[in-house]
C-alpha cells in the first residue's frame, strides 16, 4: 500500500506492494553496468571507481532473483573477463559467488536500513574481489597495491543510491484515492 | 515480499537448487581458469569477443576524447608556440646524432656484409597511440590503437621517445595489448653501456622498480649506469636505452646482488609509442648435448653438496 506522504528519494518500505521490475530494465542497467566497467578512468577515479556490474547484478539478485540468478552472472562474468582480456573464468567464478551469497542474503537483507545494507554489500563485494585476487595470486601474479581494497567500499556507498534509482519504475502509480 | 509474482512457491519445480548451480558453474570457471593459464586454449574466443566488444569500447571512450579536444582546442597561442619551440630544439640537437647515425648504418651495413652476419631487424616502425590502460590491477598493461591491421605483432618491441617501454602481447584486429617494463612477467635482457656485463631486467609489479636479477655480487655495475638491451633474446634489437641504475645492494651471503633501476622511458606516462618491426627471424637454436646436460646436473649436485 503505499503511503501517499512518502518522499520518493527514500526507498520503498518492506510492506510497499511493488510492481514487478521489467525484464528489458534489468537487462538495460545490466549492460550499463557492464558499459560502465569498461569505461576507461584514470587517477584517482580508476581508484575510486566500483565494480558496477557486480553491484547492478547483486541488486537484480535480491530485487529479481526469477530473471537473475547464479548462472546469468556467471556469464556477464565471462564477458567482463573478455571485456578485460584477464584470465578466463575469474570474474565468472567471483560473480557466481556473488549471486550465491546474494540468493542467501535475499530473505534478510531488504529489512535492514539502507546504510546496515551496505554494509553487508561491501563484504559480499569484499568477498567477490577477494575471490580474483586468490585466483590471481596463485596464478602468480604480485600482490596489488593497497588500493585494491578500495572499490567494493566505494561500491558498497553507491548502494543507496542505486537502490533508491532502480526501484523508481517499480514504485506503485499514485491510486485516485490518495489524492 | 517485494514484487507481485516474485516466485513460485517451492513446491513447483524451479529446476536445480542455487548450490547445485553454484557447484555447476564454479567448477566450470575452474575448468576454464586452467586451460586458460595451462593451454592458451581461448585465444580464438577472445579474438571473436574482442572484435564484438571493439566498436562498444570506442563508443563509450567517445566523450572522454571528444572533452579532451575540447581543452586541447581552447589551449593558448602561447602554450602551443613555447610547445613547437621546444620540439623545434629538439629536432636540431638530436640532427647530430641521426646523421652520424645514417653514416654509422651505412658503416656497419658494409662491415656486416664484408663479415657475412645478418641483419638483426627491419628498420620498419609503427606510430601507435595509446588507447587506454588494461584495467587488470595485477598486470601492467595498455591498449594501443593499431593492431592486425598495421600488421603488428606479438613479440615486437614498444618504444617511447626516451627508451623501452614494454612489448606487444596480443594482437587484435584492431588494437594491440602491450606489456610494459614493470609487468611481473616481463624480462629485457640488457648490458651495461659502461662495462658491457649482460643481465636481464626483470619488472616488479606496480609501484615497485624493476630488479636485474641474477647478477653476481662482483660483476662491474655502478649507481647511474645506464642499460640498454643486448638483443640476444631475438625480441629486442640491441641497443635500445632501458632504464639506469637506481640502487645496489651487495651482500657477499646472498649468491646474486640486489639491484634495481628506474626505466628511462615513461612507462606508465607516454601516450605516443613507436611499435618496431619485427626481429629478424634467428638461427634456430642449437640442440644442447646429452653430456653437457649430464655435466651440468653434475656440477648443480656438486654446488648443491658445497653450499
Known amino acids: ?179 | 515480499m517485494r514484487a507481485l509474482p516474485v516466485e513460485p512457491p517451492a513446491f513447483f519445480p524451479r529446476g536445480p537448487s542455487p548450490l547445485a548451480r553454484l557447484a555447476f558453474f564454479g567448477l566450470v570457471s575452474i575448468a576454464l581458469l586452467f586451460a586458460d593459464t595451462r593451454f592458451r586454449y581461448l585465444e580464438s574466443v577472445r579474438q571473436v569477443a574482442a572484435i564484438v566488444l571493439y566498436p562498444l569500447q570506442r563508443i563509450v571512450q567517445m566523450p572522454g576524447a571528444a572533452l579532451s579536444y575540447v581543452g586541447t582546442y581552447f589551449s593558448s597561442q602561447r602554450e602551443l608556440a613555447d610547445h613547437n619551440a621546444a620540439l623545434q630544439r629538439r629536432l636540431v640537437e638530436q640532427g647530430p646524432a641521426v646523421q652520424g647515425y645514417a653514416r654509422l648504418q651505412l658503416e656497419s651495413a658494409q662491415l656486416k656484409g664484408l663479415l657475412a652476419l645478418r641483419d638483426h631487424y627491419e628498420a620498419a616502425a609503427t606510430a601507435v597511440e595509446v588507447l587506454y590502460t588494461g584495467r587488470d590491477p595485477f598486470a601492467q598493461k595498455v591498449f594501443v590503437d593499431k593492431g592486425a591491421d598495421a600488421a603488428i605483432a606479438p613479440g615486437q618491441a614498444v618504444i617511447d621517445a626516451d627508451g623501452v617501454v614494454g612489448q606487444v602481447t596480443r594482437v587484435f584486429p584492431f588494437m594491440a595489448e602491450v606489456t610494459l617494463l614493470s609487468d611481473k612477467d616481463h624480462a629485457v635482457p640488457v648490458q651495461v653501456v659502461r662495462t658491457g656485463v649482460r643481465s636481464v631486467l626483470f619488472g616488479s609489479g606496480a609501484g615497485r622498480a624493476p630488479e636485474l636479477r641474477f647478477t653476481a655480487p662482483n660483476a662491474d655495475i655502478a649507481v647511474g649506469d645506464v642499460l640498454v638491451t643486448s638483443g640476444i633474446d631475438g625480441t629486442y634489437p640491441p641497443g635500445l636505452a632501458v632504464a639506469q641504475v637506481a640502487s645496489l645492494e651487495r651482500d657477499t651471503g646472498q649468491m646474486f646482488a640486489r639491484i634495481t633501476a628506474r626505466p628511462l622511458a615513461g612507462v606508465d606516462r607516454s601516450t605516443h609509442l613507436l611499435v618496431l618491426g619485427p626481429a629478424a627471424a634467428l638461427p634456430p637454436r642449437p640442440e644442447e648435448p646429452v653430456e653437457v646436460e649430464s655435466a651440468k646436473k653434475g656440477a648443480r649436485g656438486k654446488a648443491r653438496r658445497g653450499g
Open chain 1, 1 to 179: 500500500m503505499a503511503r501517499p506522504g512518502m518522499s520518493p528519494l527514500s526507498p520503498a518500505p518492506p510492506e510497499e506492494i511493488l510492481r514487478p521490475a521489467a525484464a528489458w530494465f534489468v537487462l538495460l542497467t545490466l549492460a550499463l553496468g557492464f558499459v560502465g566497467n569498461l569505461l576507461p578512468f584514470a587517477g584517482v577515479a580508476e581508484v575510486l571507481k566500483p565494480d558496477f556490474l557486480a553491484l547492478l547484478l547483486l541488486y537484480w539478485c535480491i530485487q529479481a532473483p526469477r530473471y537473475v540468478g547464479v548462472g546469468v552472472a556467471w556469464l556477464l562474468g565471462l564477458l567482463m573477463d573478455v571485456g578485460d582480456a584477464t584470465l578466463f573464468g575469474q570474474h565468472a567464478l567471483a560473480y557466481a559467488v556473488l549471486a550465491y551469497g546474494a540468493e542467501y542474503f535475499r530473505r534478510r537483507v531488504l529489512r535492514f536500513s539502507l546504510w546496515q545494507q551496505a554494509a553487508q554489500v561491501a563484504l559480499l563485494l569484499g568477498l567477490c574481489a577477494a575471490i580474483v585476487l586468490l585466483i590471481r595470486v596463485v596464478g602468480g601474479a604480485p600482490l596489488p597495491r593497497w588500493t585494491y581494497a578500495v572499490p567494493p567500499l566505494s561500491g558498497a556507498l553507491l548502494w543507496p543510491v542505486i537502490s533508491v534509482l532502480l526501484q523508481w519504475p517499480q514504485r506503485p502509480v499514485a491510486s485516485a484515492s490518495d489524492l
